[in-house]
């Protein structure tokens, strides 16, 4: 498979920014049929993500504009959901702002390990963090009750779980970081 910056992995991670306004879009029709579309919309964009991953380790297929444009993307996919799903009063804004000032801090921590040189692996905490996150957005993105089933409130209580693993993560990364790139510490 093609190590250039157009091969099937990459493609995958296109797929999921395309699928960004169409997400959007569907929630801002406010009715039934276009949350339960936004919200299938983001599941199939947030499984996009194991898609190229998969692929791309697979496949031998890994590339600088990959190890971008994946994150980048997954970051977009759950920010600009999440901002949305604020606007419709669905979420409260400070929490989105904790989950995305965290994601913004550790992608500044990011970059400056990259630029010393050193890779600080991520930790099983932000794996569940962003399970836990996809699933409680995707419920609140359907948001009405269904066979019994109130997705908003399941949404909910996955995102008050999210946001525990979310501040526990970010602390976490931000103490390897310190450990590993702080000179002079004791």
Not at 28 to 55: P, V, Y
Not at 126 to 139: D, E, M, N, R, V
Not at 174 to 183: E, G, K, S
Request: net charge positive; proline share 3%; hydrophobic share 55%.
């Amino acid at each position: 498979m093609s190590k250039g910056i157009i091969n099937l992995p990459n493609s995958v991670t296109f797929i999921r920014i395309f699928c960004i306004p169409l997400v959007l879009i569907f929630l801002s029709f406010e009715n039934q049929r276009g949350n339960i579309l936004a919200g299938l919309i983001f599941c199939f964009a947030f499984i996009t993500d194991a898609i190229d991953g998969f692929l791309a380790r697979k496949y031998d297929s890994i590339t600088n504009l990959g190890k971008f444009l994946d994150p980048l993307a997954d970051k977009i996919l759950v920010s600009v959901t999440m901002i949305m799903l604020v606007h419709l009063n669905r979420i409260p804004v400070w929490m989105v702002i904790l989950i995305i000032g965290r994601e913004i801090a550790v992608t500044g921590l990011r970059s400056i390990s990259v630029a010393e040189g050193i890779h600080i692996q991520a930790s099983g905490w932000g794996k569940y963090k962003t399970l836990f996150q996809a699933s409680a957005i995707a419920g609140i993105c359907i948001h009405d009750e269904y066979a019994g089933i109130d997705f908003q409130s399941i949404g909910m209580i996955l995102l008050w779980i999210a946001l525990i693993l979310t501040l526990i993560s970010g602390m976490k990364y931000f103490l390897r970081f310190y450990h590993v790139l702080i000179p002079g510490r004791s």
